[in-house]
């Protein structure tokens, strides 16, 4: 093979040499003579190859069979547990264990295995041993060299962060047209024209791709929501309790890069919450009690989205108060800018 | 012999056509890149019929590939970190945590395993493929690692990013349109009777009162749910002492609106999407204040319902009737749902 390689250089140097000194009428000579070759090439190296029985090689084919085995629960209870809020606020999140990109472990032994595998053997003293978040590697300069690129490599992996913008936008009957014609992605100036309108809430934030975060963007609004009675044999009391109910959006996120498809597999679970004000006042034997009223969307999804493009998430349409979930998924550079 | 041959004339005519110059230069580079496109693949075609070494004579290339989108579990959807639970309860306010998480291709162990039987599997005798985090890394001849990444993208990462965007309506008709609608094509609005049905709301003879929009990817559930919570005085808990009597007012929490769940798959032909499908709305009426003779007032809610849990097949992009109902004013309520196939690059 190398013979080959060799051969086809020096080829090249002597076609070069040749016409170097030719006048332009043998260089249309020359193409005309290439063309002759070319074809003459063609009809070589298709007959020199041994023939290949396209119908006896295996092929793939993949059979999407999802609808023919999914499970059609037709009882059951419902699908969405819409048990009330009580407008509590929310949970604080519970996010998974941290964990690195890559193992210290790892990264040793894909050295070993793929950065000059024989150089670890051949090379006298050649060593890699890892102390304190550091490779301490004794090999020559071009092992160096490559394990330069191979780290590289790993931190370009680890460094893809996608910053997340999540919208909740208000639509009207005269939007009816545009939802009912765009499926995902908005065009551009429609996406400008909803974005432009008065926010109904926005949360924004940046993470790796593949890590779990969530955000809540709000205000938690006091009001007297009950009264703890107690009774004696004469006397009667009621303990006002307070409570307080959040107003605002919560989301949490995972979002995970698809390079080859440009684009970020997001899953997502949405709450845009609005505490109607003022909160509605009944008298008791006890004092007042306040009853508020909550305006609710939400959405739980898993969905492929293009980046740098405003995607519909989904939300009401039409309605009270029609709430839009928009988001937009870009993928931040690695490059810092210095001065 | 024959193919260094082979070598040795590309070589030469690239050596050559490089330097010809000339007027007619435009046709002459095109045809050297012919020749050159030419020349690759008899190379490779040389390469594959003889299992050769690759022809650039580097040894094997190195691939890195990121799993992430493909490795991590599909829950149903996403396991809740703001639950809203309730206190003592387990149940979460939105959702549940339902189904176990879904690997559209199996764990990234499996994904792997997919790889060596489908992709070259001769090559893996002297390949590597392995795991680094959430990427796999692949160390094989050039164009086995070009085939990986193209199996990855184009294939797995085509069929697992494959999504669903759902529409649902609830549309008060009057009772001739609804029955005019469900008669015809079955339940299916094609463009002409959504046309009809769009100009009915546009002059008033028909109402959207509801809808909902969402995406989500195929064979996972996503749910969209709009609507409000209304406090209220449901009850009073009554106390009575030998001498004392109170009244404690019990506080509850009233719903009304409407969600959309589903669960999407396509047929092999991508023209019917099955849909595992829930649909409700309610719609708080109003509530009615009851002057009670010593504790207070008590909340009387009034509200409408119509739910659904369906099995339906609809065609692709096409309004279906799902389900109907009459209204206490005599008209007709459509629940009307859409199902658009959406693929992973679509949008362009």
Known sequence: MIRSVFIFLVAVGLGALTVSGQDEDAAADLKRRIRALTDELRQRSDASLPKIDESA?????????????????????DPVDLTPSKFQFPEQAELEEPQSPFEVDWIIEMLRQLVEPAAWDSVEYADVQPRLGRLFVNNIPRVHKKIDA?????????????????????????????????????PADAAERLLSRPSMGSTELVCRSNQQLSQRVGRRVGYLGDYDVEIAQEATIGDPISKSAFSGMAVDVRAMLDEGGKGARL??????????????????????????????????????????????????????????????????GTKTKTK | MRKEAIFALVGFLVGAATLAGGDDEGDLREELERLQREAARAMQRNWEANDL?????????????????????????LPPTHDL???????????????????????????????????????????????????????SRPSTVGRVRTFLDRTLRRLAHRGVAMDFEAVDVSAAMGRSLSGADAGRLFAEARAKLDNAISTGAAQRVFGLKGIGSLGTRFVVWHGREVAIVSDFDVEVAQTAST???????VQSGGYIATRAEVDDSGRNISLDLGLRLEELLGIRRHETRRSGVVDLPERTEQANRLAVRVP?????????????????????????????????
């Not at chain 1, 949405?270 to 959405?299: F, I, N, Q, W």
């Not at chain 2, 009244?247 to 929490?253: H, N």
């Open chain 2, 53 to 77: 070494p690759p022809s650039d004579g580097s040894g094997n290339q190195v691939g890195f590939f990121p799993l992430e989108d493909l490795g991590t579990p599909r829950y149903d959807v």
């Open chain 2, 247 to 253: 009244a404690d007012p019990v506080v509850a929490i």
């Open chain 1, 57 to 77: 090689r295996p092929v793939m084919r993949i059979y999407d069979i999802g609808d023919l085995v999914m499970n059609y629960p037709n009882s059951g209870g």
């Open chain 1, 150 to 186: 191979f780290m590289k490599t790993l931190r370009k992996l680890a460094d893809r962060q996608l910053r997340v913008q999540i919208y909740a936008v208000p639509v009207d009957e005269k939007d009816a047209a545009l939802l009912a014609s765009a499926t995902r992605t908005l």
């Open chain 1, 267 to 332: 899953d997502i679970e949405l709450s845009r919450t609005h505490v109607s004000e003022p909160v509605r006042r009944v008298d008791t034997e006890h004092g007042p009690l306040e009853l508020p009223e909550l305006a609710l969307t939400r959405l739980r999804t898993s969905a492929w989205v293009p980046l740098d493009r405003v995607v519909i998430l989904g939300g009401s349409t039409a309605g009270t108060n029609p709430c839009l979930f928009l988001a937009r998924v870009t993928r931040m």
């Open chain 2, 85 to 139: 639970v309730l206190e003592g309860s387990e149940s979460p306010l939105f959702g549940g945590y339902a189904e176990e998480g879904q690997l559209p291709f199996g764990t990234n162990e499996e994904v792997m395993e997919l790889i060596r039987v489908s992709v070259d599997p001769a090559a893996w005798e002297t390949g590597i493929v392995t795991l680094a985090g959430d990427s796999m890394v692949v160390a």
């Open chain 2, 316 to 348: 692709n992009g096409v309004w279906t009737i799902a389900s109907s109902g009459t209204t206490d004013d005599g008209k007709q309520r459509l629940f009307l749902v859409r199902a658009s196939l959406i693929e992973r690059g679509g949008d362009r």
